[in-house]
């Protein structure tokens, strides 16, 4: 007989648990005089910046209440455009609605990309993890550059594995082209697209003995032209290009702990894993034990199943993404040593890596047991999530 439920079904039922936690987080956390009032205290910031820029159409001064300005601002700009078609009252709600409309197209992208790779049905379980992720879902209806720069990472890693899996024609190098270049000038944590993207095309070029280095100076190009001149801005402006030593000095971060400590390097990955998932030790409300136990299963699974899919065959398209989530996670984990602040959401830009966990998972279970341990381990991520979502804040 005939299955109901397919692949692309079970896609269209995980965007809809997403898009109900989302709104279900959009609507929940509070808005006092037309700003977000939130945990999260990137979001009033992040807000201020993108009010200022609508207003003005120029960059606030870097100062407390905008610090977010220190990043690159193209998802500033664009939210600054949006929500001058909405009053001051509905422009919070407005922006966090779109970034969860950004959420679901991140899903898609992912789902679409793990179908070059793997099958259908674990494609469909890539896209059904991204959908349950707590900290996916939080970000996805919050005023932030999140949701854009996982999203525009996304799709650049989609053509990057479209180059080693199939070859791109000449319209879609030069689609990779634009997206490197808008990748660095909307998050930092994008900047490693520019490199695992020349290594891409230069290994697709090669291996059909085609021409190399235009395709490479044209990714090179197109980065310097679009986003170059904000790295030169920083650097005449502020010393140095990703504005840092700024940071330092307004004292918007302090380190903790002794790095040659074991005891600090286990604080740092428990904060990394916990953050990711969406847990902070002040929200939500739940007792230590509980909170350490959801991080150490998560950290096992997750370093489990990369480490089986790593071990296994390697490809152009795999070895892709492990680069590029290596890149992200060291970047990451350099700027928690230093900051020691809880900042597992920065690995979201890499979240097209969640395919190699997958393979690594397939490759980790026996067939006759996946089923259901795919079932129980999304409907454990979807409990904490509904969780997470309807704590109070």
Known sequence: M???????????????????????????????NGIPDSFNSDEPSHFLVVRYISETWSLPPYTRDYY????????????????????????????????????????????????????????????????????????SASVTNDPLAVLLSSVTLSMIVKCVTKGLTKKELNVLCLLVGLAGI?????????????AAVYFERKRRDEQWLV????????????????????????????????????????GGGVPNSPSYWLSVVTAMTSSFLGLYHSFPKWPSTVY????????????????????????????????????????????????FQPHGRLLFPAITVIVLAVVGLDRWIPPEKRVMASLTGLGALACLSVALVTSPI
């Not at 299955?3 to 936690?21: G, H, Q, Y």
């Not at 992912?110 to 992720?133: H, P, R």
């Not at 370093?303 to 890149?327: E, H, Q």
């Open 2 to 32: 005939r299955r109901w439920i397919t692949p692309r079904r079970a896609v269209f039922l995980s965007m809809t648990f997403f898009l109900i936690c989302a709104i279900t987080w959009a609507i929940r956390v509070p808005v006092v």
């Open 68 to 139: 977010e300005s220190a990043h690159p601002p193209l998802s500033d700009y664009l939210q600054a455009l949006y929500i001058r078609l909405w009053p001051a009252s509905a422009q919070v709600y407005a922006l966090r609605f779109l970034a969860a409309l950004l959420g679901l197209v991140t899903i898609g992208v992912v789902y679409k990309t793990a179908q070059m790779l793997v099958s259908a049905w674990s494609s469909a379980l890539c896209a059904a993890i991204v959908s349950a992720l707590p900290m996916f879902i939080m970000f």
């Open 186 to 198: 909307t998050k930092y944590t994008l900047l490693g697209l520019a490199p695992v993207a020349m």
């Open 215 to 254: 395709p490479l100076l044209s990714i090179a190009a197109s980065f310097i032209l679009i986003s170059g001149w904000w790295y030169l801005r920083n650097a005449i402006l502020f010393g140095d290009i990703f504005r840092s030593q700024a940071e330092a000095e307004m004292g918007m971060f302090a």
């Open 292 to 339: 350490g136990t959801v991080t150490v299963i998560a950290a096992l699974i997750l370093f489990g199943s990369f480490i089986a899919a790593l071990r296994n065959r390697w490809s152009p398209a795999k070895v892709s993404l492990a680069a590029y989530g290596l890149l992200v996670s060291a970047v990451v984990l350099a700027y928690q040593i230093n900051h």
